[in-house]
């Protein structure tokens, strides 16, 4: 029975740095995954290694890590920086191969007990990373708490992550009534007091389309200055803060700040409603060209000295105006 070794590689996808370099975008991983890989692949900690560091019997060529020189605790002199983390192994290939050494022995129990367990991975499967053939990843799976929980559940060893070694039970069935539990539908009741608090909504919906639909029909085919000052008020308090500000100075309007509040918020519509009051119907047709253009009022920052761009709205409708 064989294991696949885990991946050397910081780089999704590459086993080598000479594949990293041909590559032409390599993939990076996330922080989280580069911290792990780190703890992983770099800082091999015997304190959370997933297999026992006195038992000298898992890999005999190697014996007791609890007793190896390779052990930074055990050799002070050669791994000076390292004596604060005494149980740092300095033997990377080694580590892994008690690894997977640890995998095995894993599968030889379970496999002794009766049980033909899968291999799941302890991380998900990132965007563009290559699975592992065999290897079931963490959002494929469900961990259940003892064997039979379900009809599927089967027993599994973890070959890849934080969990590596690990035994447990997991249940794979994406369907599975147990493990992977839908929310219950709506009762009869629930859905007629839905419908019922729909229907308050549907006829002002209608009321609303139909009072449209009336006003419509009563708009005539020549604007008179009444539709012009109604069109016109809508169409500036649609505008943003901003636009409504550069208006009123555009056509210097006073504005009267407010006592004991003179940088508060100002009120632009309801103040422009009773400008737009003494606008002749040809004052408002102007007043609305503008309110159209005002956009191109503002002038940012970081183009300051440059020209209008010959397709703005504002150079458009001048050309169109002036034809």
Not at 62 to 71: D, L
Not at 183 to 202: F, M, N, W
Request: aromatic residues 8%.
């Amino acid at each position: 029975m064989t294991r696949n070794a885990p991946s050397g590689s910081v780089f999704r996808n590459s086993a080598r740095p000479t594949a990293i370099l041909k590559a032409k975008q390599p993939r990076l991983i996330g922080v989280h995954d580069l911290r792990d890989w780190i703890q992983r692949e770099v800082l091999l900690s015997l304190a959370e290694a997933p297999f026992d560091v006195n038992d000298a019997d898992l890999l005999p060529a190697a014996g007791a890590c609890s007793t190896c020189p390779k052990r930074s605790g055990n050799n002070s002199l050669l791994f000076s920086d390292l004596v604060r983390r005494k149980d740092v192994c300095t033997d990377r290939e080694c580590f892994h191969a008690k690894v997977r050494a640890q995998i095995e022995l894993r599968f030889r129990e379970a496999e002794t007990a009766g049980e033909k367990p899968i291999r799941v991975s302890d991380s998900h499967l990132f965007y563009g990373q290559k699975p592992r053939a065999g290897v079931i990843y963490r959002s494929d799976y469900r961990e259940a708490k003892a064997a039979g929980e379900c009809p599927t559940t089967t027993a599994a060893i973890v070959v890849d992550g934080n969990a590596t070694g690990r035994k447990l039970y997991v249940c794979a069935a994406m369907k599975c009534p147990v493990h992977v539990p839908r929310s219950p539908g709506l009762s009869p009741e629930e859905k007629a007091q839905r419908k019922k608090q729909r229907e308050p909504l549907r006829i002002q919906q209608e009321y609303r389309k139909r009072l449209l639909e009336a006003v419509y029909q009563k708009v005539p085919s020549a604007l008179t200055r009444h539709e012009l000052g109604l069109v016109a008020l809508r169409y500036f308090e649609q505008l943003g803060h901003d636009s409504q500000q550069r208006l009123f100075k555009f056509f210097g309007w006073e504005v009267k700040k407010a006592n004991g509040n003179p940088g508060g918020y100002t009120d632009y519509p309801k103040l422009a409603s009773a400008k737009l009051e003494s606008l002749t119907a040809a004052e408002l047709g102007r007043f609305l060209v503008v309110c159209a253009l005002a956009s191109d009022l503002y002038c940012p920052s970081y183009v300051s000295g440059a020209a209008l761009p010959k397709d703005s709205r504002l150079a458009r409708g001048s050309r169109t105006l002036s034809g």
